[in-house]
């Protein structure tokens, strides 16, 4: 979850200005109706509230035993997601701090490892440290510039080698987050991703994408999901 820093607007209101038209014999008249006054709530990307075609959808969802594999429409949705992030496969769980966990034990199979990632990244704050109490990985944070990227020559200057030192943890992996929640929601540039995935394999890393608003970030970059998350090994949605 997002939380907005201290100075951070959380409500903005918007006023929609109604018209109404009216005809009296020949005459066409337009008068205004009183003004419906609409609140956007940007406390947190978790403050969104579902659709009653929406309720609907997950009332009368077909549902089976999903531990057994038998769930078809948690198989349906596993498979369209697979197809949008362009992954071999996906897998549902309850929320993106277990997704994002997951996907770090993953790549970083032994205890000790180390991943890379933003000192204002969503997995290094607002995660219960569960990739270090949980997986036993060891945090290794690169400085978010304001839009979002942390430098490239810093992140590799972080990568530690396991021929290196014997007194370090051996880094596995770098994560990333698009959009950058607490960097405003910038959207991480294709280009810039592809940069990150290519010093990922040129010392023999994996990549991750905390992708929580990748939706947003698909939108606002004019580019399908598949395309962003391109060079990332895995990617949590």
């Not at 009332?59 to 531990?67: G, I, Q, R, S």
């Not at 290794?140 to 014997?166: C, F, H, Q, W, Y």
């Not at 580019?223 to 949605?237: C, G, L, M, T």
């Given at each position: 979850m997002w939380m907005p820093p201290p100075d951070f607007p959380v409500q903005l209101t918007h006023t929609i200005s109604v018209t109404e038209t009216v005809r009296d014999g020949n005459c066409l008249f337009i008068k205004m109706v009183t003004p419906v006054i609409r609140t956007v709530d940007l406390r947190s990307d978790t403050v969104t509230k579902p659709t009653e075609s929406m309720r609907s959808a997950m009332?009368?969802?077909?549902?089976?035993?999903?531990?057994l594999g038998n769930d078809p429409t948690a198989l349906v949705l596993e498979r369209v997601v697979a197809e949008i992030a362009g992954k071999e496969a996906a897998m549902f769980v309850p929320s993106?701090?277990?997704?994002?966990?997951?996907?770090?034990?993953?790549?970083?199979?032994?205890?000790?490892?180390?991943v890379i990632l933003g000192d204002d990244s969503h997995i290094h704050i607002y995660e219960n440290g569960g990739v270090s109490s949980l997986g036993g990985v060891?945090?290794?944070?690169?400085?978010?510039?304001?839009?979002?990227?942390?430098?490239?020559?810093?992140?590799?200057?972080?990568?530690?080698?396991?021929?290196?030192?014997?007194?370090?943890?051996?880094t596995k992996l770098i994560c990333l987050e698009?959009?950058?929640?607490?960097?405003?929601?910038?959207?991480?540039?294709?280009?810039?991703?592809?940069?990150?995935?290519?010093?990922?394999?040129?010392?023999?890393?994996?990549?991750?994408?905390?992708?929580?608003?990748?939706?947003?970030?698909?939108?606002a970059?004019?580019?399908?999901?598949?395309?962003?998350?391109?060079?990332?090994?895995?990617?949590?949605?």
């Open positions: 009332a009368k969802a077909e549902v089976d035993d999903d531990v993106g701090s277990m997704g994002n966990l997951i996907s770090v034990l993953v790549h970083c199979d032994e205890r000790g490892s180390e060891h945090p290794r944070t690169v400085k978010n510039e304001e839009d979002g990227t942390m430098e490239i020559s810093s992140i590799e200057a972080a990568v530690r080698s396991p021929k290196g030192d014997l007194h370090y943890p051996v698009n959009t950058q929640a607490n960097c405003g929601g910038r959207c991480l540039p294709i280009e810039y991703i592809d940069k990150v995935g290519e010093l990922a394999k040129k010392h023999g890393l994996k990549l991750h994408i905390d992708g929580a608003r990748i939706f947003n970030a698909s939108v970059l004019g580019v399908p999901v598949k395309r962003i998350v391109q060079a990332a090994d895995s990617v949590s949605v």
